[in-house]
């Protein structure tokens, strides 16, 4: 079997971050780097339709994916050897991918000819999320104002914006 490959880049953390990634992970194991990909597409699956295994080709594309206009270009095998799969299984959902328009693939050749690893855009996923976004993030501050109605609940006065009226109220 062939020794995998690895392209991914390693980013230094904030000391603060770092230290808090270095204690739940080790550091050993950070040292070897991390991807950074928004929280969001994990909640989102389901509303996007992506199999679990089309989700795991579009994060290891991403931790492919360090800077905006560079897009990605890992090989079908080295995709297919990390994720356990043969490569025509890792085209096939690749294929469905740029179906459903999550991704593109762009062709890119050496100069001399001949056709390198394809480059995958994938702007349409950013493009599926930002869709998304507003109605997470409505979500997201509802749950957060139902959280803080709760913590008013259990103070002193309970609701009531004044605790001396609150006391006034339970006296009658």
């Not at 990634?21 to 994990?42: C, N």
């Not at 909640?43 to 989700?55: E, K």
């Not at 890119?108 to 480059?119: A, C, L, M, P, T």
């Amino acid at each position: 079997m062939n020794t995998p490959t690895t392209t991914a880049q390693v980013v230094q953390l904030h000391p603060k971050e770092a230290l808090e990634s270095d204690r739940k992970w080790t550091p050993a194991v950070m040292k070897l780097g991390y991807s950074m990909v928004p929280s969001m597409i994990f909640w989102a699956q389901a509303r996007l339709n992506l199999t679990p295994t089309q989700l795991m080709v579009l994060l290891h594309l991403a931790d492919f994916w360090w800077h905006r206009e560079q897009m990605p270009f890992p090989s079908k095998a080295e995709l297919a050897e990390r994720m356990g799969l043969s490569e025509r299984q890792i085209q096939r959902h690749m294929a469905q991918l740029e179906e459903d328009g999550f991704l593109q693939r762009n062709a890119r050749y050496h100069r001399k000819g001949g056709q390198k690893n394809n480059e995958y855009d994938l702007s349409g996923l950013v493009k599926k999320l930002k869709k998304f976004e507003p109605e997470f993030t409505k979500v997201k501050e509802e749950a957060k104002q139902v959280k803080q109605k709760a913590k008013a609940v259990a103070k002193p006065g309970g609701l009531v914006a004044n605790p001396l009226k609150a006391k006034k109220v339970k006296d009658e």
